[in-house]
């Protein structure tokens, strides 16, 4: 079986593999439950020390996660199993067509994998953040982008899905308090909350506090 294989049999349920404390992870749960996608869940323990293991090394060679299966397709990494859930959900894309649009949506997705991500991975490892001034002065950044907005860019877009997970992490790592007196941002992170899409409220699909700390999955769809 490769990394990309022939399409999936229709019968065939999803398989996500992944942490419900990895950033990538909860990305991919959000867009699963926007685009009305069941997924079969599998826990790679990130933090066991025996990471990769043989599981995911079999169908992804680097090890990347999240890794998703669905028949003989296989495919890791978030910036491979986001555009391939937009595309399989169906529904309006999640690309913006404008090109200042898409511009700035990919903007600010490369600024929260490179200013944000390793700051939310420490705290949810329990850790302090290693560099929170500067944390909170990207939130600061995000904020002032959401001026005026019901979206980071015109429309819905991946940037709202990767954000989405960085904040859900934060605030489930107990440092919801990042955000505060940062009122455009805090607007729309309560949005997103109860945002609904053509499938129900996708935020209800990310893993609780509790599922974090135990390694669990219970309340993702």
């Known amino acids: 079986m490769g990394l990309f294989s022939r399409k999936k049999k229709a019968a065939e349920k999803a398989r996500l593999l992944g942490h419900p404390g990895h950033a990538d992870t909860c990305k991919s749960l959000y867009l699963a439950a926007e685009k009305g996608i069941q997924l079969d869940l599998e826990l790679i323990d990130i933090h066991s020390g025996q990471h990769p293991d043989e599981a995911l090394r079999s169908l992804s060679p680097f090890s990347k996660l999240p890794c998703l299966v ?3 397709f296989v495919t890791s990494g978030i910036a491979a199993v986001l555009p391939y859930l937009d595309v399989r959900g169906g529904g309006l894309p999640l690309t913006p067509r404008k090109a200042q649009h898409l511009g700035t949506q990919n903007y600010w997705i490369e600024t929260g994998a490179r200013e ?6 420490a705290l949810v490892d329990g850790r302090p953040a290693q560099d929170e001034d500067g ?3 990207v939130f600061a950044g995000m904020d002032a982008q959401l001026q005026g907005k019901e979206y980071i860019v015109g429309a819905f877009s991946f940037a709202d899905v990767h954000w989405i997970a960085y904040l859900h992490l934060c605030d489930a790592a107990g440092q919801g308090g990042l955000i505060d007196g940062l009122s455009n941002l805090k607007a729309w992170f309560e949005r997103m909350k109860v945002r609904k899409g053509n499938h129900g409220i996708a935020y209800a699909a990310l893993p609780s506090a509790a599922d974090i ?9």
């Open 70 to 72: 669905e028949g003989d």
């Open 116 to 121: 944000v991500l390793p700051q939310i991975e």
């Open 135 to 137: 944390l909170r002065k």
């Open 213 to 221: 700390q135990s390694k669990a999955f219970t309340n993702a769809a």
